[in-house]
């Protein structure tokens, strides 16, 4: 059993900052590219950012400049700093990672959101 659980989500002022983190748990034997999504009531899920297991990284062109997504391959742990937030980046961020555990072959994984509000 394979778990992703987020953390770090709020309200925040536009402008403001916040850390998203989402740490992985379970019989892992490898974990892959890890990202983040986010998705507003009504809309389509939204891909923010990824990073490989070596560190490469691609950004959606809404959020570039402004977070950064980074991991921890030893803690099996992704973060999304979140700079200069704007009331459009407001939804429920989700992880994502494509995972290798005991007796399985590799299979996508998502948490179960941390919402994000950005309002003055």
């Known amino acids: 059993q394979v778990e992703l659980v987020e953390s770090g989500g709020g309200l925040v002022q536009p402008g403001g900052s916040l850390r998203l983190s989402c740490a992985a748990s379970g019989s892992l034997v490898g974990i892959n590219d890890m990202a983040w999504y986010r998705q507003a009531p009504e809309k389509q899920c939204e891909f923010v950012a990824r990073i490989t297991h070596s560190g490469n990284t691609n950004y959606a062109d809404s959020v570039k400049g402004r977070f950064t997504i980074s991991r921890d391959n030893a803690e099996h742990t992704v973060s999304l700093r979140m700079n200069s937030l704007k009331p459009a980046d407001t939804p429920g961020y989700y992880c994502?990672?494509?995972?290798?555990?005991?007796?399985?072959?590799?299979?996508?994984?998502w948490g179960q959101g941390t919402q994000v509000t950005v309002s003055s």
């Open positions: 994502n990672a494509n995972i290798r555990s005991t007796g399985f072959s590799d299979r996508n994984y």
